[in-house]
């Protein structure tokens, strides 16, 4: 498997790029609008297709590139079918495979950050979006947020891989690359160490977190693809 990680660093966000090495298929997750020429440069030198773009969630903060891959270079474009984005060209739910060459991409539903939320589990490592960040989760105080059904994603679709499973996060704000289930089970700091569900909710509900400084921009230009 072929496996990169980009930074955009406005908004501190990760796309992955996987590709089957025998296929030549490549596909990205989370790609931002401004970074699409790094991806361009990335696939022609390593001589790579790209057949799918894939949002793990309709994002607030930074837009996506979907819509401009998909011009671009013929991709199609994933996300969850709750995402309620009407351009997207495949509506996936709990349980759906992609398939890139040898890869099997297994979607993994994780609402409660958005409930469009999805998690891509495949060869040992997870793409958890903003479902679970390192030391950390998405917050859930804007778009259908909920810290109940977030608690929930996180124990039964995330904590129940491996602890060797490696955990890539859209997102990082202090430029850690990535983590393993086992030791967010232990250390993260809003759901480790066997933190309940009532404990999560009332500490998620006095974050008191400001205003994201994208949301207008970004959320209904998600919502068309990032046209
Ligand atoms: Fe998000």
Known sequence: MIFH????????TYTYLLASEQTREAVLIDPVISEV???????????????????THVHADHITAANELRTRFGCKTVLHRNSGVVCGDIFI??????????LLIEARYTPG???ACTSYVVNGMVFTGDALLIDGCGRTDFQEGNPATLYDSIHLQIFSLPDDTLVYP????????S????????????????????EFITLMQ?????YPKHI????????????
């Open 5 to 12: 990680q980009f930074f955009e660093a406005d908004s501190s």
């Open 93 to 102: 739910t709990d349980g759906s495979a992609i398939r890139v060459g040898e």
């Open 113 to 115: 950050h958005t409930n």
């Open 170 to 177: 859209g997102h990082d704000y202090k430029g850690r690359v």
């Open 37 to 55: 020429e790094q991806y361009a440069a990335f696939l022609e030198q390593h001589d790579l297709q790209l057949v799918y773009s894939l949002d």
């Open 216 to 227: 207008d921009v970004a959320l209904p230009a998600n919502k068309v693809c990032g046209k």
């Open 206 to 210: 006095n974050l008191k977190l400001p």
């Open 179 to 198: 983590s393993t289930v086992g030791q967010e089970k232990r250390n993260n700091s809003r759901l480790g160490q066997g933190r309940t569900k009532a």
